[in-house]
Structure formats: structure tokens, C-alpha cells
């Protein structure tokens, strides 16, 4: 009762607050000064207003305002050069109305700088760092006086030095030397660096992992010279981990000796356990139902003993396609550069469509989907290369159970595969302005090591990213693959080793997977049924722009294109489509809708929408 009460009394508060708004409002928008500037325009001009502040409020603030005009007016015409600059002030008084007040500025001549002097003195000197910072700076012989550009250069200067650890720096000389009669300006920096420190020992608090694991994580050497980039790196590196929960990464400048920086990393972790769930759906006409609702839980251990061990299990649910994967994560010789991952999964899924003849109308309709239920252990090692690449390889062993042409399969696949990725990213926010993404891989089963029976199986993906003036982005994709297989083997292969098309993925307009190469058979009872089961070959592309409306609002329009298909069966499908998506705290959620371009042989018009979140690279 309390609670409704607070409602409605809330409520009648906001009625009030709104009614006697607009009276306020009014009451405070009728000022007691304006102003007017004639003579003065551009950055001149704004620089005059800022300097004489905010309009007054009162009588008495009107009065002191006023008082102050002159000697701040000339004040913002020194400060950008204008040393002969000349003002006269029109007020006009009236007792009803606002007063008027009416500047009119002669600027004169500007004052230009003749030299700049900037002198460095200490380790500093040899810093190429410094030295391509200044062919920067906007101090230049010739430029008008810009007293603020020349305090955001010492500033700059300063900090650049303290980043880069030359603790002891300080200014032996700063000035600006000006002669109104010839209105120039000269410029004297001597900056003394003294030594550049180095990084000295580092240590680690708040944790429970081994002596010297979190060492490994290390972007620089004890002894190499002090940069706040390798300390944002080491504290990158901290939390791509996963294992803490707060990181301060805190260089001890309090206890500066023996020209070292000893470096405190106070650390948190993270609760024992953690939980995350997912909600997603697939709307439309298509082989599937209309509605497709996913949930997804993900359970993470993030550190289960010293040694930096953890897990992840994720089980999701939708319509007849449960999946369950636990992997369980083991660090080697690096805590994230090389890691070796064992995983146990049963997953069951659907693929393609079943079509039935109906002799009545001539026509095929659906009546299911091809249905697998795969169980999955596995083992693998994933070690990062040089410059970017991320090496893989695994071993899995693979038990599928499907039925294809009224006929049930079983087998099994012993999969030795590799794959080499790279993401080049232009920043590291979840929604990238630009960026590529390139993954190729290779995997193998063959009969004489146990399998029954033999696949190569080659992949190329690719994403390309790329912002123009702001608002315009482009995002591109294509898929390759390629299995070779030999025909009698080719009913072996398991369908989550074949290609199909379809998904927000793939070809948005059509449900998960739900495209590929078809077999007409007939059953028992003789009626002619049409399944799609997959095959050896895959082709697919997509273009997509995106409009930014505000930073965290864009629309979409894209074109998607290509196929699963098998040989004599290259049939390309194409979807059209766009959507709204939100530039969340956590990633972008997109909500697209897709129309498939319709095809003949399907008795429906597929469309769906897609509802999906997270990164695109």
C-alpha cells in the first residue's frame, strides 16, 4: 500500500513541477544585460565573450560585470596578440527592458612570433618520442601570438616528459618576450629533463596465484626506461586474464631511487563464481517456426587453484537444439599467449529442410529438418604468433548421430585441425570505427587413424570494417570453404562438418543453417520427399551500411549473397534487408529484418528478424 501511495504521490509532484515549469522558466529567461560586439568575429570574438563570463543575474552582479568590461576585453585581446587593440563601450539604460551594452572593438595590428627558442637540456635531448612531438607543435615563426597555445605547449611539454619519466624536469626559463612597437613576439623554452628513470622492481598484491605467473605478463623488462604505455599495457594484459575483478597498476614515484620507479600492482579477484545469461530470438517465416527463442547460460570459474586454471561451461536451449560445451582452460608457458583447452560438449542441432510432395497440389512442403546429435571431447592449444597472429591446433573426437534418406548414421570422426587468425582493430572499444579480420584453416580425418571416413576440410574467413567521415560505416564479409570428400564417403560426414547457409551469420532472411544442396528420394510408401543435407562447398558474401543517427544509434541496410552447394548444385540465394542497432554499454544490440529473394521451389516467402549483440570483429 506504501508503495502505491509514493506512486501516486509522486506522480501529482511531477503534475505540479510541470504546470509551474513554463512560469519559471519565463520568469528566469528575461535577462538584465545583453550584449553586442561589433568589429570583433570568429575566434576573436569568442575569446572576447569568455572572457567577460556568464551574464549577470542580479543588480549588484550587473554593476561589478560592467566595472570589469574594459579590462577584460583588452585582456582577451592580448592573450591571441592584439596589443594596440582599442574598445568603446555604448550602454543603453532602461528601466522596462534589459540594458544594452554595445562593444566596438578595434583589434590593430597582431602580434606574430619572430623565433621560438626551445632549448632541451638532460636525457630528454636523445627522445625521439620528444623529438617528433615537436615538428608538432603549433609554435611557429611567423604565426600570430596565441597566449593559450603557447601555455598548452609547456603543458604538453611537461607532461610528455612525466610520462616518459623524467621525474626531475622542470623549466630553467620560460617567457615570452614582446616589443609593441614592432608588434613581435619572441619565445624562450629551456626545459631540463635531468635523468630519464627506469622501471625498477615490480610487485604484485592480492592475489593467489604462484610466485612468479603474473611476471610472465610483464611488456617490459626491469631496468627498461620508464614509459606509461607499458604500464596501460600491463594493465590490459591484467584484465584480459579474466582473474580479477580491480586492478591498480600504481608506479610508486614516492620511492624514486638509484634513478629506478618501483612499480605496486594492487589487484582484486574476481568471485569464485560467475553467471551470465543471454536472451535472443529469430522472428519470420522459414523452414523453422515462426518464433525461435534462444536462452543462454554461461557458468565461469575464473580461477580454480594457484596455478591459474579455469572453466567455462555454456548451455544453451532453443526449439529441439539444446547444446551443453565445458572447456577447461590450462596455462602453459604464458598465461594468455599459450594455453592449452580440453572440452566436452553434446550438442544436438537441426540443419536444412524436409520437404514433402503433395501430389494433390504438386507442390513440396515442410515437414521437418535434418536432426544431429553430436557428442564432442577435444583437446587443443592456442599460442599467439608475432605481430598479431593467433595459432590453433586441436585434436577432436567426433560421434554424430543423424538420420538422411530414412537412413540413421553414426560415426565417427577423428579431426586433427589448424587454423591462424589476426584482427587488427583501430581501437579497442567494443564498436570498432575500423578494423579486418582474417581466419584460415585446415582439418583432416582419415580412416587409417580411426575414423570412417576421409575429409580435408580448407576455410578462408574474412570482415572488413571501415568508418568514413563519422557517420558513414561499411562492413563487408565473406566465407569460403571448401571439403573434399569422395562420393561414397560423402554420406559419412557428419552435417557439422558440411556447409550450409542461413542465420544472422550468414544469409540474414533465413533461419540457422537452413540452406545447401538437396536429395530427392522416395520413402516406403513411395511419396517423394526433398531434404537438404549440406555440402561440399561454400560461397558467401555480404555488404552492409550503417548510418550513425547519434553515437549510440544507427541504421542499417544490407545485402547478403551466396550459398551452401555441392557439385551441379551451384544455386545462389540472395537476401535484402536492414535494421536499427544500439550502441550498448556492453556491445552493439542489432535488430535486423532479412527477405529472402523468393525461390520457386519454396512454398513460402522466407523472411526473419534477427535479434543479436556483441562485437563485429
Not at 612468479?212 to 596501460?232: A, H
Amino acid at each position: 500500500m506504501f508503495a502505491t501511495y509514493r506512486i501516486i504521490l509522486t506522480a501529482w509532484l511531477c503534475t505540479v513541477a510541470a504546470l509551474l515549469l513554463p512560469t519559471v522558466a519565463w520568469a528566469a529567461a528575461e535577462p538584465l544585460l545583453t550584449v553586442s560586439i561589433d568589429g570583433a568575429d570568429g575566434p576573436l570574438k569568442r575569446n572576447i565573450l569568455a572572457h567577460l563570463g556568464a551574464l549577470p543575474q542580479d543588480e549588484t552582479q550587473r554593476r561589478a560585470w560592467l566595472f570589469d568590461v574594459q579590462s577584460n576585453v583588452e585582456e582577451a585581446l592580448q592573450s591571441l596578440g592584439y596589443y594596440h587593440g582599442k574598445v568603446q563601450q555604448q550602454l543603453l539604460k532602461n528601466e522596462q527592458t534589459p540594458w544594452q551594452l554595445t562593444l566596438n572593438v578595434t583589434p590593430g595590428e597582431v602580434t606574430r612570433i619572430q623565433w621560438v627558442d626551445m632549448v632541451l637540456e638532460g636525457d630528454i635531448l636523445h627522445d625521439k618520442v620528444v623529438a617528433q612531438w615537436l615538428n608538432r607543435i603549433s609554435l611557429k615563426p611567423g604565426a600570430p601570438l596565441n597566449h593559450g597555445d603557447y601555455e598548452a605547449v609547456k603543458a604538453q611539454l611537461a607532461a610528455l616528459a612525466l610520462s616518459r619519466g623524467y621525474f626531475d624536469g622542470n623549466y630553467a626559463l620560460a617567457e615570452i618576450r614582446i616589443n609593441r612597437d614592432l608588434n613581435l613576439a619572441k619565445i624562450n623554452l629551456r626545459f631540463d629533463s635531468g635523468r630519464r628513470y627506469h622501471f625498477g622492481d615490480v610487485s604484485f598484491e592480492g592475489h593467489t596465484l604462484q610466485p612468479g605467473f603474473l611476471d610472465k605478463l610483464l611488456p617490459f623488462q626491469e631496468d627498461t626506461p620508464y614509459n606509461t604505455r607499458d604500464l596501460s599495457l600491463l594493465n590490459q594484459e591484467l584484465l584480459d586474464t579474466g582473474y580479477f575483478d580491480s586492478i591498480k597498476v600504481l608506479p610508486q614515484l614516492d620511492k624514486l631511487q638509484y634513478g629506478t620507479v618501483p612499480v605496486k600492482v594492487e589487484l582484486s579477484p574476481k568471485p569464485r563464481h560467475s553467471f551470465q545469461v543471454g536472451l535472443g530470438a529469430d522472428i519470420g517465416n522459414s523452414s523453422g517456426s515462426e518464433i525461435e527463442p534462444r536462452v543462454k547460460l554461461i557458468w565461469r570459474t575464473p580461477q580454480i587453484n594457484r596455478y591459474g586454471h579455469f572453466q567455462e561451461t555454456s548451455v544453451e536451449w532453443s526449439p529441439n537444439r539444446p547444446k551443453m560445451l565445458f572447456t577447461y582452460t590450462i596455462p602453459l608457458s604464458h598465461p594468455l599467449d599459450d594455453q592449452l583447452k580440453l572440452r566436452f560438449g553434446l550438442l544436438w542441432d537441426k540443419y536444412g529442410v524436409i520437404q514433402r510432395y503433395d501430389a494433390d497440389t504438386e507442390t513440396y512442403h515442410n515437414v521437418g529438418q535434418l536432426e544431429s546429435r553430436k557428442r564432442l571431447i577435444g583437446v587443443g592449444r592456442n599460442k599467439r604468433l608475432g605481430r598479431g597472429w593467433l595459432l590453433n591446433y586441436s585434436l577432436d573426437i567426433l560421434r554424430e548421430q543423424y538420420t538422411q534418406t530414412d537412413v540413421t548414421y553414426d560415426p565417427q570422426m577423428l579431426v586433427f585441425g589448424a587454423s591462424i587468425t589476426k584482427t587488427s582493430r583501430s581501437d579497442s572499444s567494443l564498436d570498432p570505427k575500423a578494423g579486418f579480420r582474417q581466419l584460415y584453416r585446415i582439418e583432416h580425418a582419415e580412416p587409417a587413424l580411426g575414423s570412417d571416413a576421409r575429409l580435408t576440410k580448407v576455410e578462408a574467413r574474412f570482415k572488413w570494417i571501415y568508418t568514413f567521415f563519422e557517420k558513414h560505416r561499411f562492413v563487408a564479409r565473406l566465407d569460403l570453404g571448401v571439403n573434399r570428400v569422395s562420393e561414397q564417403d560423402l554420406p559419412f560426414i557428419p552435417p557439422s562438418l558440411r556447409y550450409f547457409a542461413g542465420g544472422d551469420q550468414s544469409l540474414r532472411g533465413y533461419s540457422f543453417q537452413e540452406l545447401g544442396p538437396h536429395l530427392t528420394y522416395h520413402d516406403k510408401e513411395g511419396v517423394a520427399f526433398q531434404e537438404v543435407v549440406g555440402g561440399r562447398y561454400l560461397a558467401v558474401g555480404s555488404v552492409e551500411y550503417q548510418y550513425y543517427l547519434t553515437p549510440q544509434w544507427r541504421l542499417a541496410t544490407f545485402v547478403d549473397a551466396g550459398n551452401a552447394y555441392d557439385n551441379g548444385q551451384l544455386d545462389p540465394v540472395i537476401a535484402l534487408g536492414g535494421g536499427v542497432h544500439w550502441i550498448s554499454p556492453l556491445g552493439p544490440i542489432k535488430l535486423d529484418v532479412g527477405f529472402g529473394v523468393h525461390d520457386p521451389a519454396l512454398d513460402y516467402q522466407p523472411w526473419r528478424i534477427h535479434l543479436s549483440m556483441g562485437t563485429e570483429l
